[in-house]
C-alpha cells in the first residue's frame, strides 16, 4: 500500500501521530490533557487505516472513537471533577518504576517479534495460499452470480492475478491483472476485486460470512446499553 | 519499501502503542486515564489486525475483525463510563488505588 510517493509520506506523518501521544497521557498531569493526546492518537490511527486502504476502517474509527467514545470519556472526566479550580495531581513517581517496567518488557519482547519474525515465511505462505484459494471461490461464485447478471468480467478477473505463488514479495506484481480498472489504482491488499470499495465488501461481508458474530454483537451492545443506564442512573431509582 | 518493511513498520507502531497504553494502564491512578490506556491498547491490536490481513492474507477480512472490534471497544467504554460514575457517586473519587467499594 505505501508504496513510495505521497502515501509512504502519510505513513511517516500519521505513524508518530499515533504513537507518540500516548506518552502525552501517560505523563499529563491534568487528565483532560490526557483525554486531548487520546485524540491526537486515534487521528492517527485513522490516518493509518486510510494509508493502509481502509478507507471505511478510517471513517467508522473517527466517528465511533472520536465522536463517541473520546466525548463519553470528556464527559466522565467533566462529571468526576471535583472542583475544577483543584485538579487533581497525580503523582506518578510512586509508580513510575512499574510503568518503566511494563512498558520496556512488553514493548521489547513485541519489538523482537515484529522485527526478527519471517512474517513472509512458510507459515504465512499456507495463510495466503488459503486466503488465495478462498478469494478465488469467492470469484467462481461472483463469476456465476455475474453470469446471471449479465457477465460483469473485470470482477472476476482480478482474483486471477491473486494466486498464492506471486503475492509473497512483490504484491505490486499482481496489478496488472487489474490494469484495465482507471477508476482505482490497483492496490495489493485489494487485489480480489479492486473496483469495487472497501465499504461494499465489509457490508457484504457482515451479511454473510460475520453474519452470526453481527447479530451477537448487535444484541451485546444492546445488553450493554441498558447495562450502562442502570449501573450510571441505578441509585437514583433506589432513592 | 518492499512489502515486509512496511508491515513491520505497522506492527512497530502497534507494539509501542501496545506498551505505552499497557504502562498508562499500570501507571495512572486515575480510573479514566486507565481507560484511555485501554483504548490504545485497543487501538493497536486493532491495526494489528488490518496490518496482517493487508500485507499476509491479502484481503479484509482483518478489517472487519477491527470494526467488531471498535464495537466491543465502544459497549465497553460505556459500561466503564458507567461504573466509574456509580463509584464516584459512592466514594467522591476515581482514583483506582482509593476506590475500592462498589456499594455504599
Known amino acids: 500500500m505505501i508504496e513510495g510517493g505521497w502515501t509512504s509520506v502519510a505513513f511517516w506523518i500519521f505513524a508518530p501521530l499515533a504513537a507518540l501521544p500516548g506518552l502525552g497521557i501517560l505523563f499529563a498531569r491534568n487528565i483532560i490533557h490526557a483525554a486531548f493526546f487520546l485524540l491526537a492518537s486515534l487521528i492517527g490511527f485513522a490516518g493509518l487505516y486510510i494509508v493502509i486502504g481502509a478507507d471505511f476502517l478510517a471513517f ?5 472513537y472520536v465522536g463517541g467514545i473520546l466525548v463519553l470519556i ?54 495466503k495460499a488459503a486466503a488465495a484459494a478462498a478469494a478465488a471461490e469467492r470469484a467462481e461464485r461472483e463469476l ?26 512483490q504484491p505490486a506484481g499482481t496489478e496488472p491483472s487489474e490494469g484495465d480498472e ?29 453474519i452470526l458474530p453481527f447479530e451477537v454483537i448487535s444484541v451485546l451492545i444492546l445488553a450493554a446499553l441498558i447495562g450502562a443506564v442502570y449501573i450510571a442512573r441505578g441509585k437514583d431509582v433506589e432513592e | ?29 486515575n480510573a479514566l486515564g486507565v481507560l484511555m490506556g485501554l483504548e490504545l491498547v485497543i487501538n493497536a491490536a486493532a491495526l494489528n489486525f488490518v496490518a496482517f490481513s493487508h ?12 470494526i467488531f472490534v471498535i464495537m466491543l471497544a465502544a459497549a465497553e467504554a460505556a459500561v466503564a463510563l458507567a461504573i466509574v460514575l456509580n463509584i464516584f457517586g459512592n466514594t467522591q473519587t476515581i482514583q483506582v488505588d482509593e476506590a475500592d467499594t462498589l456499594r455504599q
Not at chain 1, 452470480?145 to 514479495?169: H, I, L, N, Q
Request: proline share 5%; aromatic share 6%.
Open chain 2, 55 to 66: 500485507y499476509v492474507a491479502g484481503n479484509i477480512e482483518g478489517q472487519v475483525v477491527t
Open chain 1, 60 to 64: 467508522t474509527q473517527l466517528l465511533v
Open chain 1, 74 to 127: 470528556l464527559f466522565g472526566v467533566m462529571l468526576t471533577q471535583k472542583d475544577p479550580l483543584l485538579v487533581r495531581r497525580t503523582k506518578h513517581l510512586t509508580s513510575v518504576g512499574p510503568g518503566l517496567v511494563t512498558f520496556l518488557l512488553i514493548g521489547g519482547v513485541a519489538m523482537g517479534v515484529v522485527w526478527t519474525t519471517d512474517w513472509q515465511g512458510e507459515g504465512m505462505e499456507k495463510i
Open chain 1, 182 to 210: 482507471p477508476g482505482e489504482e490497483s492496490k495489493p491488499g485489494e487485489k480480489e476485486d479492486g473496483e469495487r470499495g472497501t465499504t461494499t465488501r465489509i457490508g457484504e461481508l457482515f451479511m454473510t460470512r460475520y
Open chain 1, 144 to 169: 456465476a452470480k455475474a453470469d446471471e447478471a449479465g457477465g460483469e468480467t473485470p470482477a472476476v478477473e482480478a482474483p486471477e492475478g491473486a494466486e498464492p505463488s506471486e503475492g509473497a514479495e
Open chain 2, 1 to 29: 519499501m518492499s512489502p515486509e518493511i512496511q508491515l513491520k513498520l505497522f506492527l512497530s507502531v502497534a507494539a509501542f502503542t501496545f506498551a505505552l497504553g499497557a504502562a498508562i494502564i499500570v501507571t495512572r491512578r
